[in-house]
């Protein structure tokens, strides 16, 4: 399958909106406490806040009329925290492929994008997060080089 990959625009807010909620409603699979629809309205404003940041890319078929499907999504920011750090930091969120096009390359070149944004803007460290569930998820990422940095643990005060 041919495929571009480009900086979001305001046209492309409502379709990754959509992927958004499909993505969010996948990972409960995994144990995600965000909910899907009740943070439709919330999701909107971020999402919009990263497509005018430049911060979110899609894939789109090759050669695909304006306004065909998205085949997925990325959203990255450089870091920028209160403490100076000894490495300049990005962050990687939420790459997603829609699951009748996963295994064709298109999420390695989302991902590959995002990398390449963010060395532009000065980045030498690229993080990223996984469900802890999600092992074909942590197995791609460690195939593409990415390695264990913290570890976040969860506890439900509810259990016995």
Known sequence: MDYD???ADSEDLDEVLECWI?????QREYGSHIEAESNRTIARDLLGQYITGNMLA???PANGDVGEDLLGFVMYYRENGVYSQTSTRGVIENVYVKS??????IGSALLSYAESELEDRGVDVVGLSAMAENQSAIDWYRDLGYEAHRLV????????
């Open 100 to 105: 009748a096009v996963r295994g064709s390359g």
């Open 58 to 60: 899609v894939a789109r």
């Open 22 to 26: 499909e993505l969010v409603e996948g």
């Open 5 to 7: 990959i480009a900086a």
């Open 153 to 160: 643990l969860e506890r439900d005060l509810d259990a016995e």
